[in-house]
């Protein structure tokens, strides 16, 4: 069965600072992996996906994320954080088997003026 | 635009009262979603329907019923909630399922607590 592992829970960073979250992946086939982000109380959204082609994919936000295969990972970067990014950002893998969608635990990240 | 709508964004209910959960969608996708996401968690999945085949996972709560009385709309009906049922329930679709992954549209959630 797939999984994914976020190994941290928590990550604070200062405004204008980089950020790397970091996503690891169990996955016996091609994966189609996914970046959503979440704000307090809110539903999910869509911050980037990779299916195939290009292992570097530019999503919304000024957000971007690189499949490595050899890794097995899927780690989100940004080069400079604002304050508005703060929120809970869960990396997910989707299995075409029952078209199902297997998610991280989630990563909180908190930004410091 | 298409999308995928969730009503009430809020809903306040009483221990054992029972309540229903809607989930609408414009995208005409032929599977629809119900997630459980509790405090500090990842979403989990409770079942799906394939057009009007229901799908359980195998450790949602019985409490837990859906209904899909056409391509657009799906509920979530709660026969009895605890208190701890309180969570976000975000609904989901996707075009469809087969041999290559299609990706899921998730609502904005509805945010349940019981009282």
């Known amino acids: 069965a797939q999984s994914v592992t976020q190994p941290d829970i928590h990550i604070t960073v200062s405004e204008g600072a980089s950020l790397e979250l970091r996503c690891n992946y169990s996955?016996?086939?091609?994966?189609?992996l996914f970046w959503y982000v979440q704000s307090p109380g809110q539903g999910l959204q869509l911050l980037l996906k990779?299916?195939?082609?290009?292992?570097l994919v530019q999503g919304i936000k000024g957000f971007e994320a690189e499949f490595k295969r050899s890794q097995s990972s899927f780690n989100l970067r940004k080069p400079s954080v604002h304050w508005s990014d703060a929120a809970e950002y869960f990396c997910?893998?989707?299995?075409?088997?029952?078209?199902?969608?297997?998610f991280g635990g989630g990563t909180r990240l908190m930004v410091k003026p | 635009d298409a999308m995928v709508i969730q009503n009430p964004r809020y809903q306040v209910t009483q221990f054992g009262k029972p309540v229903t959960l809607s989930c609408s969608q414009t995208?005409?996708?032929?599977?629809m979603y119900w997630y459980q996401q509790k405090s500090s968690q990842a979403p989990k999945l409770l079942f799906h329907?394939?057009?009007?085949?229901?799908?359980n996972e195998a450790d949602t709560p019985d409490n837990f019923q859906s209904r899909r009385p056409n391509t657009s709309f799906c509920f979530l009906d709660i026969r009895s909630p605890g208190l701890g049922d309180a969570a976000m329930y975000l609904c989901?679709?996707?075009?469809?399922?087969?041999?290559?992954?299609?990706?899921?549209?998730f609502g904005p959630g509805t945010r349940l607590t019981v009282l």
């Open positions: 996955y016996g086939a091609t994966p189609y």
């Open positions: 997910a893998v989707g299995e075409y088997a029952g078209n199902m969608l297997t």
């Open positions: 995208l005409n996708h032929n599977v």
């Open positions: 329907y394939y057009d009007k085949d229901f799908n």
């Open positions: 990779y299916f195939s082609g290009d292992t």
């Open positions: 989901a679709t996707s075009r469809d399922r087969g041999t290559t992954y299609n990706e899921q549209f």
